[in-house]
């Protein structure tokens, strides 16, 4: 009983410090579809915080001391608690289609990849001897004179 109680503390410190980082993430960010989501996400996590602390007090209360009917009434909650995050999880997730149809990453990577792969084309084969005379013009030294300063 005890080594349940400690791991349900244990949860809800994490849960608590999980919504504080996303709480100054989110406060960082500009306004736009990221914010948004954050929000949804912590939202999500707010409503498993709550049901990690519905359990933890129900651990060290104990339902042993309470009637049959009052214990079962004391699950009702739980159940709700679990209900709005899948709700909430399920608006994020539509957040994030909604993230991946405005910045389009995936064309555009594939766009990416397909310039890569003709670049790395264009680098196998060998130069050219137009190439090969762009190259050496450059790599020539210069015909000037440095102007040091004489001793």
């Known amino acids: 009983m005890v080594h349940l109680i400690i791991i349900s503390i244990t949860t809800v410190i994490f849960g608590i410090a999980s919504l504080s980082l996303i709480s100054k993430a989110r406060n960082r960010l500009s306004e736009g579809s990221i914010k948004s989501y954050m929000g949804n996400f912590a939202v999500c996590l707010?409503?498993?915080?709550?049901?990690?602390?519905?359990?933890?007090?129900?651990?060290?209360?104990?339902?042993?001391?309470?009637?049959e009917e009052q214990a079962h009434f004391l699950t009702f909650p739980e159940y709700i608690f679990i209900v709005f995050a899948y709700i909430a999880f399920i608006i994020a997730s539509f957040r994030v289609t909604k993230i991946s149809?405005?910045?389009?990453?995936?064309?555009?990577?594939?766009?990416?990849?397909?310039?890569?792969?003709?670049?790395s084309h264009v680098t196998a084969t060998p130069p050219t001897d137009k190439t090969k005379k762009l190259i050496s013009k450059k790599q020539k030294p210069s015909k000037r004179k440095s102007k040091a300063p004489s001793k």
């Not at 602390?53 to 209360?61: A, E, K, L, M, P």
């Not at 149809?101 to 670049?119: H, S």
């Open 46 to 67: 707010a409503f498993i915080v709550v049901f990690s602390v519905w359990q933890t007090v129900r651990s060290i209360v104990g339902s042993d001391t309470f009637i």
């Open 101 to 119: 149809e405005e910045f389009g990453f995936k064309e555009a990577g594939e766009k990416i990849n397909e310039i890569m792969k003709e670049k």
